[in-house]
Each structure stands twice: as C-alpha cells, then as structure tokens.
C-alpha cells in the first residue's frame, strides 16, 4: 500500500540532519517533523545524521540531547546514527575525485578580500573567480573552491515549487575545504546524502539556496539526485529565525505533545484533536500527512516565539573560509 503523497517510488530513503549547535527548538522541530511524516507516510526508512562537521560551532552535548529529544518525541531512525566529525576520510576521498577532474583550484582569498571583490549576492558576496586561473605570486592557498559551471540551474521543490538559479551568479566558486582545514558544509552534505542513500531530502527553507550548488556537486561526483522538499522556517516575533544557537526556547522532551502539535500546525497540518495522548500522537499524524498542505512560503511566524537576545547570526557562507 502507498503512503497518501505517493512519490511512486519502491524505496524511500529520508533524513534527518541537525547541526548540534543547541537543543531542538521549535523551528529544527518542525523540519525533523516534516521529514519524519513524510519518510512514514510513504512507507521510508527514516535516518538521523548529526552534522557536527563545524567543530569550532559545535555545543557540547547538543547531539545527544537531540537524540534523546528525538525519541521522546517518538521519531525513532531505522539505522545507526552517523556523525559527519567521524567521516573526514570520505569527503577527502570526493575533494580528491573532484580535483582529479579538474573541477576544484586553490584560493588564496581571505574573507575579507572577497567581500570587497565581490558583489553582494543572496547568500554574501559572490566569489569573484580572483584566483581561478592561479594564485597570484607570493599567495598561499587558503581554500579549495569548486569551479562552478555556467548555466541556469532548475529542479522543482516538492513543497516550494520549481526554483531556479545561476549558480556563478548568486555563490560563484564556492569553498568546498576551509581555511581551518574542514571540509564544507556543501561537500559533506552532498557525500554523506549519497552514502546513505538518501531519496528525499525534507528540511528547512534556509537551505533552498544551497541545494543548486549541492545537484552541481552530486553532479560532477557522478551521485544521483534526491527529491527536495523545504519546509518554512520559523522566524520569532521580530521576524527573526528562530536559531538552536540564539537560545530560542528549547522544546520540552517531557512534554511532546504541545510542540509536536505546535509543529504539526505550522506545516499546515490538521490540528490533531484535543484528546489526543503523546504516544498516539505518530498513529494518527502519519495517515494524516499532507505534504500539499505545507505552506508554500519560506517562512512562518511562531505563535509564542520567545525572542532571541541578539541579531541573527550570519549565514552558512560567513563560517569560516
Ligand atoms: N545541518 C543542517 C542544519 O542543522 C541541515 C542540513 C540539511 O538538512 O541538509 O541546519
């Protein structure tokens, strides 16, 4: 029997990927949420994967007490957990593929010499292509960046619709190994998806911008391409995103049942009746899910958001270089 968003697909693989930087708040929940209904919905297997990939972000303890979240919450992963700070070899591996094909040059920008080459673009400065023929004499690398082919880029979001972007102009080349020597968000994410046999990437709208240069590198590495599906962030009473590392309100692992409703509602779910018991909650939800119904917008505003103490933090592209 198919699940009621039928991707007519034989296997679903999803996941679940937090960064541990904080507990789950509200705004992670809902993207843990999503993908966990939908995973279920269409008969998949579920996985968790912390993305404890940013060491100098990282928040001791924040990946168990994720977990643990997780399964109070009754989100239980079909396979053992993998932790990207365990998996530096592969994307090492995929770092030296990509160089062996030509696709990667060092870099010997600071950051702050791209921000004053490059136009401002969606996500920061656009990388300029300075060292794309070369360094420059007397130049160190600092950087591995992707040399990022020209072309429009299309695929269509399950929940968002069809995007499109033109990669060299909103990022251009983008760093795939950083100044500090760790390997990039992008890289990792894409190796790691592909490892686990990912097929349908459900998660927050924060990284709709990221997923042209993620189908470029899946590309050039020869992987195939999962499903996309961004959910909307929830952003705090001044219409801030509600962050795991701004101390927004940490969700209650003793007490499931509001914020899971919470969640439920703001992806645009039918509210689950007022009788309803914690431990029913995934019985009743998971016939239930409706991926049609989640709000075609990159964000939402949290009903009791408390409000963080400072601005949002910068982007993924101002962690280091
Ligand atoms: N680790 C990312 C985060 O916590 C999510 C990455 C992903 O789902 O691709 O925001």
Redesign the pocket.
């Given at each position: 029997m198919r699940g009621p968003d039928d991707l007519g697909r034989a296997a679903y693989r999803g996941?679940?990927?937090?960064?541990p930087?904080g507990p789950l708040h509200l705004g992670?929940l809902l993207?843990a949420v999503a993908s966990y209904a939908d995973a279920r919905a269409n008969r998949g297997i579920w996985l968790v994967r912390i993305?404890d990939i940013d060491r100098p972000r990282e928040v001791p303890g924040a990946a168990d007490l994720i977990l643990r979240t997780l399964s109070a919450f009754g989100m239980h992963w079909d396979e053992g957990v993998v932790y990207q700070s365990r998996r530096t070899d592969a994307y090492r591996d995929a770092l030296d593929t990509l160089k062996a094909r030509g696709l990667t040059y060092p870099c010997g920008c600071s950051r702050a010499e791209v921000a004053r080459a490059g136009r401002a673009g969606p996500e920061g400065p656009v990388y300029p292509g300075t060292c794309r023929s070369g360094l420059r004499l007397g130049r160190r690398a600092r950087t591995e960046r992707f040399r990022t082919p020209p072309g429009r880029l299309a695929f269509e979001d399950r929940i968002q619709g069809r995007q499109e972007q033109i990669v060299t102009d909103a990022v251009g080349d983008f760093v795939l190994r950083r100044a500090d020597g760790l390997h990039a968000?992008q890289l990792a994410?894409v190796v790691d998806?592909a490892m686990q046999g990912i097929t349908q990437?459900v998660?927050?709208a924060?990284?709709l911008l990221?997923t042209p240069r993620?189908i470029l590198l899946q590309h050039a590495l020869g992987f195939g391409r999962p499903g996309y599906a961004h959910v909307p962030l929830v952003l705090d009473a001044h219409g801030r995103k509600l962050s795991?590392s701004l101390a927004a309100a940490p969700v209650d692992a003793r007490d499931p049942l509001p914020a899971l409703g919470a969640a439920w509602t703001l992806l645009g779910q039918t509210p689950p009746p007022a009788d309803l018991q914690a431990d029913a909650f995934w019985d009743w939800a998971i016939p239930m899910w409706r991926i049609a119904c989640v709000p075609v917008q990159t964000s939402v505003a949290c009903p009791t958001a408390s409000s963080p103490r400072a601005p949002d933090p910068p982007g993924r592209t101002s962690t280091p270089e």
């Open positions: 996941r679940f990927a937090p960064s930087t992670s993207a993305e968000y994410v998806d990437v998660r927050g924060d990284l990221s993620q795991k």
